[in-house]
T-cell receptor, first 114, second 112 residues
Framework: NAGVTQTPKFRILKIGQSMTLQCTQDMNHNYMYWYRQDPGMGLKLIYYSVGAGITDKGEVPNGYNVSRSTTEDFPLRLELAAPSQTSVYFC?????????????FGDGTRLSIL | QQPVQSPQAVILREGEDAVINCSSSKALYSVHWYRQKHGEAPVFLMILLKGGEQKGHEKISASFNEKKQQSSLYLTASQLSYSGTYFCGTEGSTSGTYKYIFGTGTRLKVLA
């Protein structure tokens, strides 16, 4: 059972570079989420999607973009990386809204921007 | 607007009980509980729905007081494996923008 798979697991970027964090799930879940977790802190919602072709902003969307062309994939794009984006990024999925069904998390991508 | 959890941290001996509280300033329709071990992803424990329905873990229980906008997680006869950070989570909407918000977290350590 793969569940939610995130790649890469670790990445170091230079300020101003761009990259895409990949997330794929094999549970046929409609709902997918991107969170960031700063050291010692809780998780904050960046973007979410309720199905292919539908995405919307969460609590902290600035500096990020997403797309959802298929049910399985929900990539997160960082443009012009900044040190404030150093964090652990988690992708999650659920079969119903985040309030009604459990969210299943990937193992995370640890991103450092220097 | 982030749900506030208490206590912030707790240390237990194996076999002791603990209660973790989650309090929101906004109306709650459901509350989730997750546990996150250091360096790992959060893992779902339990959902509590408005109206009393509860889905989740066999050895951990929880309550949900809709009127007080609070939830409590009860860990009984704690085991070493219970160590980690516990988060409550809830969904809501502000100015039409959907939010799923995690609480401030409670660090729990169980000692042998």
């Amino acid at each position: 059972n793969a569940g939610v798979t995130q790649t890469p697991k670790f990445r170091i970027l230079k300020i101003g570079q761009s990259m895409t964090l990949q997330c794929t799930q094999d549970m046929n879940h409609n709902y997918m989420y991107w969170y960031r977790q700063d050291p010692g802190m809780g998780l904050k919602l960046i973007y979410y999607s309720v199905g292919a072709g539908i995405t919307d902003k969460g609590e902290v969307p600035n500096g990020y973009n997403v797309s959802r062309s298929t049910t399985e994939d929900f990539p997160l794009r960082l443009e012009l990386a900044a040190p404030s984006q150093t964090s652990v990024y988690f992708c999650a999925s659920s079969s119903g809204t985040g309030g009604q069904q459990p969210q299943h998390f990937g193992d995370g991508t640890r991103l450092s921007i220097l | 607007q982030q749900p506030v959890q208490s206590p912030q941290a707790v240390i237990l001996r194996e076999g002791e009980d603990a209660v973790i509280n989650c309090s929101s300033s906004k109306a709650l329709y459901s509350v989730h509980w997750y546990r996150q071990k250091h360096g790992e992803a959060p893992v779902f424990l339990m959902i509590l729905l408005k109206g009393g329905e509860q889905k989740g873990h066999e050895k951990i229980s929880a309550s949900f007081n809709e009127k007080k906008q609070q939830s409590s997680l009860y860990l009984t006869a704690s085991q070493l494996s219970y160590s980690g950070t516990y988060f409550c989570g809830t969904e809501g909407s502000t100015s039409g923008t959907y939010k799923y918000i995690f609480g401030t977290g409670t660090r729990l350590k169980v000692l042998a």
